[in-house]
T-cell receptor, first 116, second 112 residues
């Protein structure tokens, strides 16, 4: 069974500071990993995804994430936070574990606050 | 291009009343379809998913049911709502598990 753990339900940074949002996954087979962003009262938008190509994945809005198999991690980073980055961020996992497993499983989310 | 429509955007229903939320996808065929519920601090809880017409997988035993009467239509229902059914419901689709999932704008359900 697959699962996702996001460490820190709330992260607060200053504008211009590094953003680091943590995600660890569990999967019995090589995973597919995603980061989504959600603005208030809206659906989710894809930031980036890892599907077994390059381990360092670049996404939209200056975000990137690195897949580390040894650490079962897929942390999201951005060198310099902008006020518009304030939102909730979700890490998600799916995998080819076979059968009828078409599930896309999400973590509990991390609310990012950016202070001026 | 593909689009996903989910309605209504907000809904206030009394306890014990029925529920029907509808989601439709345009511009693609045979999508995987998902219903999620989002509660504060709990992330997205997968309720149902479907890989084809009439094929529904339930993740959490509860007061809700789902149906897929057409390829690109996914309906979330309840015969009698409970207070605990309040939340933000999201419909989503993807073509397979390796590809991006696209989300509707969500329905804010308040059961009173």
């Amino acid at each position: 069974a697959q699962s996702v753990t996001q460490l820190g339900s709330h992260v607060s940074v200053s504008e211009g500071a590094l953003v680091l949002l943590r995600c660890n996954y569990s999967s019995s087979v090589p995973p597919y990993l995603f980061w989504y962003v959600q603005y208030p009262n809206q659906g989710l938008q894809l930031l980036l995804k890892y599907t077994s190509a390059a381990t360092l994945v670049k996404g939209i809005n200056g975000f990137e994430a690195e897949f580390k198999k040894s650490e079962t991690s897929f942390h999201l980073t951005k060198p310099s936070a902008h006020m518009s980055d304030a939102a909730e961020y979700f890490c998600a996992v799916s995998d080819d574990s076979g059968g009828s497993n078409y599930k896309l499983t999400f973590g509990k989310g991390t609310l990012l606050t950016v202070n001026p | 291009s593909q689009t996903i429509h989910q309605w209504p955007a907000t809904l206030v229903q009394p306890v014990g009343s029925p529920l029907s939320l509808e989601c439709t996808v345009e511009g693609t065929s045979n999508p995987n379809l998902y219903w999620y519920r989002q509660a504060a601090g709990r992330g997205l809880q997968l309720l149902f998913y479907s890989v084809g017409i009439g094929q529904i997988s339930s993740e959490v035993p509860q007061n809700l049911s789902a149906s897929r009467p057409q390829d690109r239509q996914f309906i979330l229902s309840s015969k009698k709502l409970l207070l605990s059914d309040s939340g933000f419901y999201l419909c989503a689709w993807n073509l397979n598990i390796r590809t991006e999932a696209f989300f509707g704008q969500g329905t804010r359900l308040t059961v009173v």
